[in-house]
């Protein structure tokens, strides 16, 4: 079974501080994405990364693809009680093309 | 709004019983995808239909079930409910067949109880 670990599974800061949100396997992803999701719905998509060492950005959020295509990092800048929700990583892996297997996801809470 | 539909928003039933998940899929999108979300085991795929055929199946049991039928709508057939069962149910729609290169558009999901 191909497992993604998110860590940490909770976190809790004041505004205008940053956070790194860690989604780590021992296979490679062919591809790799990032979802929110708020209460009540579903998730929504915010970046694909497909190539190592990509590094791609959305306004406060940052978001990397590992080298070796094992693991990815999202980072945000100077958090704001807006970006409160869970955060998951999902990747499709080589040999496995039809399907996305999620992490357990980032509970993310941003105090004001 | 992802364009992406769901009925019901909210299933409340006994254990044993049946019960089916509807979803109707944004429109031009080809493929919907099942997905079961529970506290103790995250978001989890069940299985995908594109242009009306299974095309992709993950973690589902046997007294799941699901069809895509010809206006690309899909339902989700729960039987022989148990408690463990008890989760948010989401369906997610894509333009083509391949899960990882698609953005999948995700409803608002349905959200079961099994008592």
């Known amino acids: 079974t191909q497992l993604l670990e998110q860590s940490p599974q909770f976190l809790s800061i004041q505004e205008g501080e940053n956070l790194t949100v860690y989604c780590n396997s021992s296979s490679v992803f062919s591809s790799l994405q990032w979802y929110r999701q708020e209460p009540g719905e579903g998730p929504v998509l915010l970046v694909t990364v497909v190539t190592g060492g990509e590094v791609k950005k959305l306004k406060r959020l940052t978001f990397q693809f590992g080298d070796a295509r094992k693991d990815s990092s999202l980072h945000i800048t100077a958090a704001q009680t807006g970006d409160t929700g869970l955060y998951l990583c999902a990747g499709r892996f080589s040999g496995s093309a039809r399907q996305l297997t999620f992490g357990s996801g980032t509970q993310l809470t941003v105090l004001p | 709004d992802s364009g992406v539909t769901q009925t019901p928003k909210h299933l409340i039933t006994a254990t044993g019983q049946r019960v089916t998940l509807r979803c109707s899929p944004r429109s031009g999108d080809l493929s919907v995808y099942w997905y079961q979300q529970s506290l103790d085991q995250g978001l989890q795929f069940l299985i995908q239909y594109y242009n009306g055929e299974e095309r992709a199946k993950g973690n589902i049991l046997e007294r799941f079930s699901a069809q895509q039928f010809p206006d690309l709508h899909s339902e989700l057939n729960l039987s022989s409910l148990e408690l463990g069962d008890s989760a948010l149910y989401f369906c997610?729609?894509?333009?083509?067949?391949?899960?990882?290169?698609?953005?999948?558009?995700f409803g608002p999901g349905t959200r079961l109880t099994v008592l």
């Open positions: 997610a729609s894509s333009v083509g067949g391949q899960a990882g290169n698609n953005e999948q558009f």
